[in-house]
């Protein structure tokens, strides 16, 4: 009965979550296509897109369009963008002829490579990422490419005549590049070295993330959601009772790992939210009326804002934005840290700080983002609070300290 309790307790959480759900259609733009490949993020939260139009900049309120007739963009099919740290636009652009390169934008002024103008005759880029060093490595067809020291790098992570492009990269917490290939796997370049971790015919991977244990989650053509234990070298498949990603033969997945190791997973027309702790999942889903009529379009990429907006890209259907989700990536960060003890709890929880000494109060949020106990703690006991009369699920301790600033710690209640 518990474990029904349980089901239906976050059966009800889901359906309660807050959540809104906005589309941009770009009609007004009057863009050849409203195909988009690739969305970053800016220091200003100004969103810029890749595609194959141009690129473009939403700030907020207003959108913008840089194209070939009003800017020194180099083309209008755009692949990839990135922002590194100075809020420089990086853009991998390419075209059905041997115009391919990079264009990198400061707000003002545009600097071009391609094959004309130096080493890099890269194929399309498809994805770029920045290390902890802020040197670029870039995504394209059999090669890895970095620019460093005034130069341009070549990689060959395969030696086969076989296609195997490169789709995405990621760095890891040892500033490794990690990037994922679509038909050979994944693999790791370090200390000038590639490794290589396929797993028996996985065909197809889709997505790539590393979490703060640098284990590498993938989703296969098979819809197994799996990571790679890097430090066992071992593939790991996550069996979970419902996994609600579709089925089909390589659909895009994309993959973002939030500061407390769950993940959100984008495909179709969903986010999905899983925690590898406790094998949960939950679901959200556009209306269908937000989409073009006709269309099998769904999500091709998405990105997490400063104010826990997630926004997603299409290839027909514009620019959508989920906002008012209430989820454990909505707190402020854990600076000063939170200790928490028994997890799970079912009576009394426990809790210690490090040099956070000016708390006023602690709650107890769950996952609806409802409060369901708070207490001052001049009347309270300090450091525990009894959680016995609480429905079994996952909560979040929250405390507040003088100036409003709110710290929070996820457990579960059995």
């Known amino acids: 009965m518990k474990t029904l309790l349980f089901f239906i307790f976050l059966f009800l959480?889901?359906?309660?979550?807050?959540?809104?759900?906005?589309?941009y259609n770009l009609?007004?733009?009057?863009?050849?296509?409203?195909?988009?490949?690739?969305?970053?993020?800016?220091?200003?939260?100004?969103?810029?897109?890749?595609?194959?139009?141009?690129?473009?900049?939403?700030?907020?309120?207003?959108?913008?369009?840089?194209?070939?007739?009003?800017?020194d963009l180099p083309e209008n099919q755009l692949y990839s963008v990135e922002v590194d740290n100075e809020d420089n636009i990086w853009i991998g652009y390419g075209s059905d002829g041997p115009s391919r390169g990079l264009a990198i934008f400061d707000g003002q002024d545009w600097i071009e490579y391609n094959e004309k103008n130096s080493?890099?005759?890269?194929?399309?880029?498809?994805d770029i990422?920045?290390?902890?060093?802020n040197t670029p490595w870039f995504a394209t067809g059999d090669y890895i490419w970095t620019h460093q020291n005034n130069d341009w790098i070549q990689y060959k992570h395969i030696q086969s005549n076989d296609y195997t492009e490169v789709s995405e990269i990621e760095i890891d917490k040892n500033n490794n590049i990690c990037f994922l290939s679509s038909r050979k796997g994944v693999f790791i370049y370090s200390d000038g070295l590639f490794r290589s971790y396929s797993k028996v015919n996985p065909f197809y991977y889709n997505g790539l993330a590393v979490d703060s244990n640098n284990n590498i989650w993938v989703v296969n053509n098979q819809n197994s959601l799996m990571y790679l234990n890097t430090m066992l070298k071992e593939w790991i498949v996550r069996d979970t009772t419902e996994?609600?990603?579709?089925?089909?033969?390589?659909?895009?997945?994309?993959?973002?790992?939030?500061?407390?190791?769950?993940?959100w997973i984008a495909e179709r027309r969903n986010l999905h939210n899983f925690n590898p702790e406790t094998d949960i999942w939950k679901s959200y889903t556009a209306p269908e009326s937000l989409f073009e009529p006709n269309t099998g379009t769904g999500f091709t990429d998405f990105k997490l804002d400063k104010s826990n907006n997630f926004w997603f890209i299409t290839s027909s259907s514009g620019v959508f934005k989920l906002s008012d989700l209430i989820t454990d990536v909505e707190v402020e960060p854990n600076i000063n840290g939170i200790s928490i003890y028994p997890n799970p709890a079912s009576s009394l929880l426990s809790y210690e700080t490090n040099n956070i000494t000016s708390i006023i109060q602690q709650s107890i949020v769950d996952l609806s983002g409802k409060e369901v106990i708070n207490d001052k703690i001049a009347n309270a006991m300090r450091n525990s609070i009894d959680v016995s009369k609480l429905q079994i699920g996952i909560y979040f301790l929250q405390l507040t300290d003088t100036k409003g600033v709110k710290y929070s710690k996820k457990f579960v209640v059995e």
């Open 13 to 23: 959480s889901s359906i309660l979550s807050s959540q809104t759900w906005t589309n």
């Open 119 to 126: 080493k890099f005759d890269a194929y399309t880029i498809r």
């Open 27 to 71: 009609k007004d733009l009057n863009l050849y296509t409203e195909q988009l490949y690739d969305l970053d993020i800016d220091s200003e939260q100004n969103i810029w897109f890749a595609s194959l139009s141009g690129l473009l900049k939403y700030d907020g309120t207003n959108w913008t369009v840089y194209d070939t007739l009003n800017s």
């Open 243 to 263: 996994t609600p990603i579709s089925a089909g033969f390589n659909i895009p997945h994309t993959i973002i790992v939030d500061r407390y190791n769950t993940l």
């Open 129 to 133: 990422i920045f290390d902890k060093n």
